[in-house]
């Protein structure tokens, strides 16, 4: 079965760049589009032209001070103690040229993919600029600025009075996202992520259920340290088609970092393509099931931007277009034009090769502790699992 999708695409989302050394960079998603491409999946046809969002929908979610706080930084007009104040100038996130403009681009491209599904422009878009789930309403953190995922909520909210399920696959928590709609109870957040015990930010526990008329409707998954897929898909599948049936959506959006893999520098987590493939395809399913098919899926974290993003984004468009996964062999045209570029070996299959997640001990342990904080997350539904 094909769908008619929109792929989100502007060489301004390059712009997006803090400095040379930054972990977040933001060519993974030209390697991701490019590896579309030569893989005969993505054609000119498939793709948007983002567009610059306003400030007047950047105030739908973050503070005007805030605003025109990243407004004097992009300008060089930002003093130090300001800085701090927003969050801007920090090691995290540090203030670069023009960053108004650039990350107006993130937000305006998931507004665009917004609208293409919202107005029946498609069934599915993506945004694999966007994703930026860290951003808080008067403050900078975590690589984000502007947060394109609260503020599209927002936008839907208002525009579509649409009841919104947001799913998030970062290693990372996403806060910014949940404390957003921590009492909103047309909103339902859902994060799987590395417990923050030992990773950025250290939020996203079981407990975190929601405030007020929100209660109830913000659901973590902490999973340990060295997770491996079987453990992650398990918790995940079973999470998600829980909350799904629980909260029954309007409209489905996925945040789809790709930072739990086991060549992440900046995460514990082991797991590989498998977890890949399946994220969007389960994502697919349910966005049939229960919202005739309207899904929104962003980018995110992910920082081997050479061996794991572009083929872990490439299937999500993979699903969304055809639905289903590519296997096989990496088209040769891609390998030849990027391993020149890449300081690693790149792999030349959509799938990892055997082995290349390290023994783990304690497996049987994680999993057993995984699947009880699956069982505490949803013990407030009205199904259980």
Known sequence: MTCKASFVFSDAFLNYHFHSDHPFNQKRVLLAKELLEASDTLSVSDIIEPRMATEEELALFHDKAYINAVKKASIGNLSEEEGLEYGLGTEDTPIFKNMHEASSYLVGGTLAAV?????????????????????????ASGFCVYNDGAVAIKYIREKYNLRVLYVDTDAHHGDGVQWAFYDDPNVCTFSIHETGRYLFPGTGNVNERGIK???????????????????????????????????????????????????????????????????????????????????????????????????????????????????????????????KKAPVTLPTTWQDSENIVPTIPRKAEISEKNYKILLSALKYTKNKI
């Not at 060295?226 to 079973?238: A, R």
């Not at 697919?284 to 919202?291: F, R, T, V």
């Not at 296997?327 to 030849?336: D, F, K």
Request: proline letters at 4%.
């Open 115 to 139: 609208d293409a599904v919202l107005q029946g422009n498609s069934l599915h878009a993506l945004n694999l600029g966007g994703g930026l789930h860290h951003g808080f309403k008067r403050k």
């Open 213 to 339: 008329e929100g209660h109830g409707f913000s659901f973590n998954l902490p999973i340990d340290a060295f997770t491996e897929d079987e453990s992650f898909i398990q918790v995940y599948e079973s999470a998600f088609k829980e909350i799904a049936d629980f909260y029954k959506p309007d409209i489905i959006i996925t945040q789809n970092g790709a930072d739990a893999h086991t060549h992440d520098p900046l995460t514990h987590l082991c797991g590989t393509m498998e977890i890949y493939q399946r994220i969007p395809e389960l994502a697919h399913e349910l966005a049939h099931q229960y919202c005739d098919g309207k899904w929104v899926a962003l980018g995110g974290g992910g920082y081997d931007i050479w061996r794991v993003v572009p083929r872990a984004w490439s299937q999500i468009w993979n699903v969304m277009k055809n639905s289903n996964v590519k296997l096989g062999s990496i088209p040769e045209s891609w390998l030849s034009k990027w391993q």
